[in-house]
């Protein structure tokens, strides 16, 4: 899921990678607030947009930008930074997540109640409502299951009360109804990828987090350092400098 | 109307209240024909497009598609039945939430699924046509033999892969921020052709040996579910050659014929072949 926590930090790390990543639209509009953060004036803002696009992409046509830099420049002041440690997850939650059935369904669970957290943080939306893409939530809590299964086991979540859906047919809002913040700590989630590998760990363990990206997998031999891109890489670079070194 | 106003042709705007629900004001007062009219407006306001316009419009295309994906979600989480089930059970066995939803989807539908003549037309060329795609698709398809069987290093393959990445990034960045009517095709065209032409060079500097780079973007898009049309977009003169070295330089193709022996999506075909294509060509 692309949920940055602290986009000051990601903002930064983009400027010096030079790389617009998955979301150039959303990038752009961070640097907008970015640059709004430390004072710069509007002409100036869409003269830096810009640069940091040639920068990226010596090939762009800044004129199919147009559009999209005036609207970044123009909402630049609506919000701040969202600058997050962590989302806490509280003993209280997770026990009310582990009475669902199923490891599938407590993970889905896990991930929603992550999502509306952050949304509380993030966006101040105080009513724990969630409305992210299902495929990419499912994506997220590393539920592998057909389309249709997936609204079945929303419905077994709906039922059981966990959580409540919008009234409305075409809408999938989904609102969390057990977050409890008074109570103790037990999880800290600083990283939106893998929240069902996240949650699985802390229960039961036997995942491992790369050496190299900081993704969360599960282990697939004890001395495992890295995720499988990763590994091959890296494996692939050493083996090219070793017969480099062997024919020099 | 914006292409007519470009064109120079000027046109009186159509009134608001036929296409936009709430521009229709209700009457202050008890006047019958005033309130009469406002009843009529509200029935006949046309404020979607037809079911048959979504093979038009690719963003009614989008739109339906997104519509009946999440009402289909909302239905079985409901009711732990499939939309397209629900709609077809008889009304004496629906119980009020189900007709109630049911209501709602036609309301909230963004295309309008009326029996009108065009719209029957569409659903019978849709039920004509419905399952052959999923039968072509599940054909195996044996890529090998476009390859030219150059061995390369994984070191090329990723550094290819990192481009094909960003080529993907770029193409949806297009999908994202360009304008979906029909009239832009040829600025979608111009842009995806100026894509390639970077992917082509950048490519270049990686993999100079164009049969290597040929058989890496093949394993790229034929390992996996992805779409194929980014191998014949930048290798697709490579790829004919390699089909012609294996084929003993003879192309052979179907032509229609009413006595042929290939029979395909309701037609007849047969198989002529052209030797010698690479040197000048005599036809079999």
Known sequence: ?248 | MAIDKTKGIVCKPMPKYWYDYRSIEKPAGDNPDELETYELNRRIVANRKPYFMRYIYPQTMRDYKSFISRANLSCLAEFRIRLDALESMPVEECTGGMREFINSCKRLNPISDNNGVMNRICRKIEAEFAGGAKEDARAEFDYSIMKSGAEYNKNTFYEIKKLYDRHCQRMSELAETHDRRVTSRLDTADYRASVLHKFHRDAAVICSNFKEACDIVLDICYQRNSTKQFAWDVASSMIVENLLEKSGNVMAYPVPDSDGDIEYRGRKYSMREIKGVRDGYSVR
């Open chain 1, 1 to 248: 899921m692309d949920i940055v926590l602290d986009e000051r930090k990601w903002i930064t790390g983009v400027l010096e990678s030079n790389d617009l990543g998955r979301r150039p639209v959303y990038t752009v509009a961070t640097y907008a607030r970015y640059l709004h953060s430390i004072g710069v004036e509007r002409d100036e803002m869409r003269k830096r947009i810009e640069e940091l696009l040639i920068r990226c992409d010596p090939d762009v046509n800044l004129v199919r930008w147009g559009d999209r830099i005036e609207m970044a420049v123009k909402h630049a002041r609506d919000r701040g930074l969202i600058q997050i440690d962590a989302i806490d997850i509280t003993q209280a939650e997770i026990d009310t997540i582990q009475k669902a059935m199923g490891i599938q369904r407590q993970k889905l669970l896990f991930t929603l109640l992550c999502v509306a957290k952050y949304n509380m943080m993030a966006f101040g939306r105080t009513g724990g409502w969630v409305n992210t893409n299902i495929a990419e939530l499912f994506r997220t809590a590393n539920v592998v299951v057909g389309v249709d299964k997936r609204g079945l086991m929303l419905g077994d979540l709906i039922k059981d009360g966990f959580i409540s859906k919008s009234r409305r047919p075409d809408s999938v809002s989904i609102r969390v109804n057990f977050i409890e913040s008074n109570s103790d700590t037990v999880m800290r989630i600083s990283d939106f990828r893998s929240l069902g590998f996240q949650y699985d760990n802390y229960l039961h363990g036997g995942y491992i987090w790369c050496a190299e990206c900081g993704l969360i997998v599960r282990r697939a031999g004890w001395r495992q350092k890295y995720c499988k891109e990763c590994g091959t890489a890296i494996n692939s670079t050493n083996t090219a400098k070793r017969y480099r070194d062997s024919v020099a």
